[in-house]
């Protein structure tokens, strides 16, 4: 069993940075595929980026991709999620996961731990 805390969220304007950390507990984080959703106000949760147990594979939303780049650390049991280019349209809490496989892996029902979530607020 794992248990994530997801960190790093902030305000932030229009073509800003941040990073975002996803630490875990227990001890098979390493051998888990990982995956960063959002959720904005008043709307569904949402896949953002997945990433293998190894780091080989990775997916991106097609919002997402050129601008965010998710890496793990698994010596330190970390995972990240590197935002730049930020836009207004990024604002939302953002929810760290994991699961046993890689199979699924940009679907939210699939995945087996969460994280509290972390805001991001991106100002125009």
């Known amino acids: 069993q794992a248990q994530l805390v997801e960190s790093g969220g902030g305000s932030v304007q229009a073509g800003g940075s941040l990073r975002l950390s996803c630490a875990a507990s227990g001890r098979t984080f390493s051998s888990y595929a990982m995956g960063w959703f959002r959720q904005a106000p008043g709307k569904e949760r949402e896949f953002v980026a997945a990433?293998?147990?190894?780091?080989?594979?990775?997916y991106y939303a097609d919002s997402v991709k050129g601008r965010f780049t998710i890496s793990r650390d698994n010596a330190k049991n970390t995972m990240y999620l590197q935002m730049n280019s930020l836009k207004p349209e990024d604002t939302a809490v953002y929810y760290c996961?994991?699961?046993?496989?890689?199979?699924?892996?940009?679907?939210?029902?699939?995945?087996?731990?969460w994280g509290q979530g972390t805001q991001v607020t991106v100002s125009s």
């Open positions: 990433l293998s147990w190894s780091g080989a594979y990775t």
């Open positions: 996961a994991g699961k046993a496989n890689w199979d699924r892996a940009k679907s939210q029902n699939a995945y087996d731990y």
